[in-house]
């Protein structure tokens, strides 16, 4: 049974407009999550953690955590171009492992 | 702003070759954490490192696999002998503590190991 799932998209949103993306994990896993920006052939990059349920801020992207639906998700306001690429969603496991979903691939367009 | 470093960026081999990859981990990071990707597949947990032992490894990581700190700075996986499926980006990551903010993975650039 896989621990983090994503759907692989693409999911396509106009310029300007809000990018929502989604994770769910087992229960098997840590309640630390986070969320990753991977550009093609480059390493991912942090853009958000959340420990606890609830909402967090920061810029344009706010991270959602729910705990009792095992549901994470990532919002993206305002849309760039500059935003297109794939979102790894992972959650910290064991020693702190990170165990990654698959990725959304994000494709905003103009 | 500290970054984790990694070297090679491209490293090519021949089957059942050795190689070592190396990374620079952020200087007052005590975590360490080795990582692949295969070419369209999800990041993968190979292996985390702490106080120069291995805290944890995945079923990937086998006998041919092996991770050392050689010195102060240094942090490096080496595989003895290459597979074709060992090719894979290898990132490698740290992390100051694993709990609250401090178990914040950065990742290097990443080495792409291409074994023919």
């Known amino acids: 049974q896989k621990e983090v799932e994503q759907n692989s998209g693409p999911l396509s949103v106009p310029e300007g407009a809000i990018a929502s993306l989604n994770c769910t994990y087992s229960d098997r896993v840590s309640q630390s999550f986070f969320w990753y920006r991977q550009y093609s052939g480059k390493s991912p990059e942090l853009i958000m953690s959340?420990?606890?349920?609830g909402d967090k801020e920061d810029g344009r992207f706010t991270a959602q955590l729910n705990k009792a639906s095992q549901y994470v998700s990532l919002l993206i306001r305002d849309s760039q171009p500059s935003d297109s690429a794939t979102y790894l969603c992972a959650a910290s496991g064991g020693y702190n492992k990170l165990i990654f979903g698959a990725g959304t691939r994000l494709a905003v367009h103009p | 702003e500290p970054e984790v470093t990694q070297t090679p960026s491209h490293q090519v081999t021949q089957m059942g070759q050795e190689v070592i990859l190396r990374c620079v981990p952020i200087?007052?990071?005590?975590?360490f954490y080795w990582y692949r990707q295969i070419l369209g597949q999800k990041v993968e947990f190979l292996v985390s490192f702490y106080n120069n032992e291995i805290s944890e490894k995945s079923e990937i990581f086998d006998d041919q696999f092996s991770v050392e700190r050689p010195d102060g700075s240094n942090f490096t996986l080496k595989i003895r002998s290459t597979k074709l499926e060992d090719s894979a980006m290898y990132f490698c990551?740290?992390?100051?503590?694993?709990?609250?903010?401090?178990?914040?993975?950065?990742f290097g650039a990443g080495t792409r190991l291409s074994v023919l």
């Open positions: 959340i420990y606890s349920n």
């Open positions: 200087s007052n990071h005590l975590y």
């Open positions: 990551a740290s992390s100051a503590g694993t709990s609250g903010r401090r178990n914040i993975q950065y």
